[in-house]
């Protein structure tokens, strides 16, 4: 844009040259020549002020763009810093929660014969988290495997633990789960 004005002052320039040249001229030629270049330097003018104005207006509408862009980055930002205080929040609750399991889960252990503490924890390091699991229609709940008679009918007398024959975990059986296969 600037380089515009500078154009259209060098071309302005030329004009009042142009103009004491034709006033100083004896020769028709000559006056009709200079005539000519003061009617080229005008147009050239009208030019670049069109092209200048045509810029005005395109650095108008990106200024209104980035004023459009900065609106929506500014409520993005607003956004994710609302939703990571709430992820922040959620993840305190969360420790506490686990923190307050994992004390239930220590005073509960502690409650459990010494003999089948390490079993159970030997198989929850290989199982992961589900290694007590029912019997339903015959099947261990871990590895849905069929079972045999003999294993459902000791784990439905609850007299001693029973594990699965397959995978190692731990039965057991409530009155709601069916003792009868699946067909």
Do not use: W
Not at 94 to 100: D, S
Not at 109 to 114: G, K
Not at 146 to 159: A, E, H, P
């Amino acid at each position: 844009r600037k380089k515009l004005e500078l154009d259209a002052e060098a071309k302005k320039q030329a004009i009042e040259r142009y103009s004491l040249q034709q006033f100083q001229t004896k020769k028709n030629d000559e006056y009709r020549a200079l005539a000519h270049e003061i009617s080229l330097a005008r147009e050239a003018i009208v030019k670049l002020e069109d092209q200048q104005l045509e810029l005005m207006e395109q650095a108008e509408a990106v200024q209104k763009q980035v004023a459009t862009a900065t609106r929506t980055a500014e409520e993005a930002k607003k956004l994710a810093d609302r939703q990571l205080s709430d992820l922040t929040a959620r993840e305190e609750n969360l420790k506490k929660e686990l923190a307050t399991l994992e004390a239930d889960r220590d005073q509960l252990a502690a409650a459990v014969d010494e003999s089948v503490l390490p079993r159970y924890e030997r198989l929850r390091k290989s199982k992961g988290e589900n290694v007590v699991v029912g019997v339903a229609h015959g099947v261990c709940g871990g590895c849905h495997m069929k079972l045999q008679r003999q294993v459902m009918v000791t784990c439905q007398g609850n007299q001693e633990i029973v594990a699965c024959p397959n995978c190692g975990r731990i039965l057991y059986y409530t009155r709601d789960m069916s003792l009868a296969v699946a067909e």
